[in-house]
């Protein structure tokens, strides 16, 4: 008996996706994925299932979310309902900004760079799952309604997706009812179901139930205070790098009152956030070091914390480092070209002092060369954000750096600062005066 080549197609998937799972088994996921490629191909929908497990997880392939989803509604679509779960959470998921977008990364990961969230397919999907009772769907469904994500905030249906779902175990489950009754979100709040629902999650190995549990614990929530057992939890959390947990240790330790040994533990912990690259954390660091507050006064260690805020994008402290390296202050080697870098990033987050000292760096070559266009676009975008300070800077630069000069644009600028009584605006009409009485005679 001849088969036709449809049958033929369909038996080599299925032959392709079995010695795929045994490769699975075996740890082999680089040939299993190349097996599993070529049987999904064919339109078998588990073998795409399988696949975009790997895309996700990286195991076997390069990580790439767009693949992931590719493969995952290719089998959601062709009815595998695990797939349809996957897929809700794909949909919610976004690459990392680390990935950046140059050239190379788009080479290498395709469309995972441009991937963007689809919150309403994560909801059409999840609820395709949980009506055909998979506890995953029903998990993620009650998620996006208790959030608002994809569509309305609903918390009794959310109740009535999670409920089913942690009856037969589900982590997350277990979590967003602890989270729904704690919050009080359907009805008074009770704290007594909600730290059985986190103790069940927190044994499951949840990092955030976990930390709702020792919340609970600490301040006394739906039983008695524990505070041992509720550093013991944040603790766990904690060394494994759940920033909540540290932020809460750190906290706990520095409160008013503590011993020195948990002034130390603070510190310990405040640090390790930092190092995470948490600013406040960063900038509460710098601020003790420079005044000695639960730690020896340390200038050195003061300025390493603050550059360190500077890198994780706070722009009040771009601003100092600056301001720093501009006048060699605050162990600072006077460098006008750091001055120049840390004003420029300053400037890009709408700090319109930083665009005006960069603005006067620009025009008259301070710490680089000159770029008289873009000390313009600074200066004039400064003083229309409202900042005054630059009408004695655009004065200048109307007057005595555009090429050709505008003296009256300057004088317009100039004379608006001196009937606010800026001295520099009133000096600087006063030298253009004086410039062109000597070009007259």
Known sequence: MTLSPG??????????????????????????????????????????????RLYESGKGVIC??????????????????????????????????????????????????????????????????????????????????ASGIGGEVCAQTALGYYRPAAAAGQIEAHLGLGTLLAGGHVGEPDYLAARLHFRIASDGGNLTARHYLALQLLKGLGGEQDQRGALRLLHSCAV??????IEELAKYYLASGRTDTDKGRGIRWLSTLGRMGDRRACRDLEQRYRHGIDVVADAVEALFWLEKAALCGDTAAQFQMAVAAATGAAEVSENHQ???????????????????????????????????????????????????????????FYGFHADPPEPDAARQVLQQ??????ALCRQLLQRMEHSQASWVA
């Not at 998937?13 to 490629?37: D, E, H, M, S, V």
């Not at 595998?80 to 959470?89: E, F, G, N």
């Not at 998921?93 to 080479?107: I, N, V, Y």
């Not at 600062?417 to 800026?422: E, F, N, Q, V």
Request: aromatic share 8%.
């Open 7 to 52: 049958v033929t197609i369909q038996w080599a998937a299925a032959f392709r996706f079995r010695r795929a799972k045994a490769k699975l088994a075996a740890g082999r996921r680089a040939q299993a994925a190349g097996l599993l490629t070529r049987a999904a191909k064919a339109g078998h929908a588990e073998a795409a299932y399988e696949l975009a």
């Open 64 to 145: 790439d979310l767009s693949m992931a989803r590719h493969w995952a509604k290719s089998a959601a679509d062709a009815g595998c309902v695990p797939a349809m779960a996957l897929l809700a959470r794909l949909y919610l998921l976004t690459p990392h900004p680390a990935l950046g977008s140059s050239p190379a990364a788009a080479r290498l990961y395709r469309g995972a760079a441009r991937l963007t969230a689809e919150p309403e397919a994560a909801r059409a999907y999840a609820l395709k799952a949980a009506e055909v009772g998979n506890i995953d769907g029903m998990a993620l469904a009650g998620y996006l309604y």
């Open 240 to 245: 494994k790098g759940y920033r909540a947990s």
């Open 338 to 396: 750091q001055a120049r870098h840390w004003f420029a990033m300053a400037a890009r987050n709408g700090h319109t002092i930083a665009m005006i000292n960069l603005g006067r760096f620009l025009m008259k070559g301070i710490g680089g060369p000159v770029d008289l266009a873009q000390a313009r676009v600074l200066l004039e975008d400064a003083l229309a954000a409202g900042d005054l300070a630059a009408l004695s800077a655009l004065g200048e």
């Open 417 to 422: 600062g001196a009937d606010l009584d800026d």
